[in-house]
């Protein structure tokens, strides 16, 4: 068999799989539950449910940075006009190694945005990286 083609099937596999838990990470199917600020078990849906449900529209910048101060969650606030001028008044968090099946892990992203008021009207979350 050629080499080549046996490096070529592995890699898409390899693809193949990194897909395969990028879904299985998005559609929330694990059963681990939330608990503490050992992230590397946390179920990736119930954490953005979570946050959604513990940061409503509305919550105040000092309440959003006290939320993630107690969950030790790692983060920054850009409050003033970035390049273009536009004043940003968004919390950036990383929450590294969400651990789902076959040890594979992913890093989400989370935005908290904020309204002039310094009220949150938003939030998104990105999964960053997948590693195997």
């Not at 681990?32 to 050992?38: E, K, M, Q, R, Y």
């Not at 409503?56 to 959003?64: E, F, I, L, M, Q």
């Not at 003033?80 to 968004?90: L, P, R």
């Not at 992203?109 to 195997?132: A, M, P, Q, S, W």
């Amino acid at each position: 068999m050629n080499p080549r083609y046996v490096i070529l099937c592995f890699c898409i596999l390899l693809v193949g799989a990194a897909g395969i838990a990028y879904q299985y990470a998005r559609s929330g199917q694990s059963s681990t539950p939330i608990a503490g600020p050992d992230f590397s078990r946390f179920n990736l849906s119930s954490f953005e449910r979570q946050v959604r449900h513990d940061l409503p529209v509305g919550t105040s910048k000092d309440a959003v940075d006290a939320y993630l101060t107690k969950l030790k969650i790692g983060h920054s606030y850009v409050g003033e006009k970035n390049d273009f001028g536009i004043a940003d008044h968004t919390f950036y968090t990383i929450v590294e190694d969400f651990t789902w099946f076959l040890h594979i892990t992913v890093d989400l992203e989370t935005e908290i945005h904020l309204d002039k008021n310094e009220k949150v009207d938003g939030i998104k979350f990105n999964v960053r990286y997948v590693r195997l």
